[in-house]
């Protein structure tokens, strides 16, 4: 693990994008729809365009600019958008700093094939596969 990545998983801060954190809240979140303003959040926290963003949430990128700030998604996608911060908390916890977080997230990684997690988490598949590896990196197994 690079010395930048090394230090900044010594640190804890939480992510900044809040859910519920218990499953039936985020059933029922899933259901009610997240807003538009949540993914915001979340685009603004990795440092992805709309582009990136509408890829990982398999939803056009027209559907979530024209989007209203309170305007919510349908419990497909929101269930995307949930895994997805989960992803986000947990690599805040582990790596500590959103910076550090991000460059891992962006960079190749010989556990996925030497491809990037952020490039594997347009299905749901992928997105417990990035989660698996930061719980591996967490656990000194990398």
Same mark, same amino acid.
């Given at each position: 693990?690079?010395?930048?990545? %090394? /230090?900044?998983?010594?640190?804890? *801060? =939480?992510?900044?994008?809040?859910?519920?954190?218990? !499953?039936?809240?985020? +059933?029922? $979140?899933?259901?009610?729809?997240?807003?538009?303003?949540?993914?915001?959040?979340?685009?603004?926290?990795?440092?992805?365009?709309?582009?990136?963003?509408?890829?990982?949430?398999?939803?056009?990128?027209?559907?979530?600019?024209? %989007? /209203?700030?309170?305007?919510?998604? *349908? =419990?497909?996608?929101?269930?995307?958008?949930?895994? !997805?911060?989960?992803? +986000?908390? $947990?690599?805040?916890?582990?790596?500590?700093?959103?910076?550090?977080?991000?460059?891992?997230?962006?960079?190749?990684?010989?556990?996925?094939?030497?491809?990037?997690?952020?490039?594997?988490?347009?299905?749901?598949?992928?997105?417990?596969?990035?989660?698996?590896?930061?719980?591996?990196?967490?656990?000194?197994?990398?």
């Amino acid at each position: 693990m690079a010395e930048p990545l %090394k /230090k900044a998983a010594r640190s804890r *801060k =939480p992510a900044k994008v809040a859910v519920p954190d218990t !499953l039936l809240k985020k +059933i029922g $979140l899933i259901r009610e729809g997240v807003t538009k303003d949540r993914v915001l959040d979340i685009k603004e926290d990795i440092e992805i365009d709309y582009d990136q963003l509408s890829r990982i949430l398999a939803v056009s990128r027209a559907t979530i600019t024209a %989007k /209203k700030k309170d305007g919510k998604f *349908k =419990p497909d996608a929101s269930e995307r958008i949930l895994h !997805l911060n989960d992803v +986000i908390r $947990l690599g805040h916890q582990v790596f500590g700093e959103r910076p550090a977080f991000n460059l891992w997230l962006k960079s190749p990684s010989k556990a996925l094939g030497n491809i990037s997690p952020l490039s594997v988490m347009d299905t749901i598949y992928g997105i417990e596969e990035v989660k698996k590896e930061i719980l591996r990196i967490a656990h000194g197994v990398f």
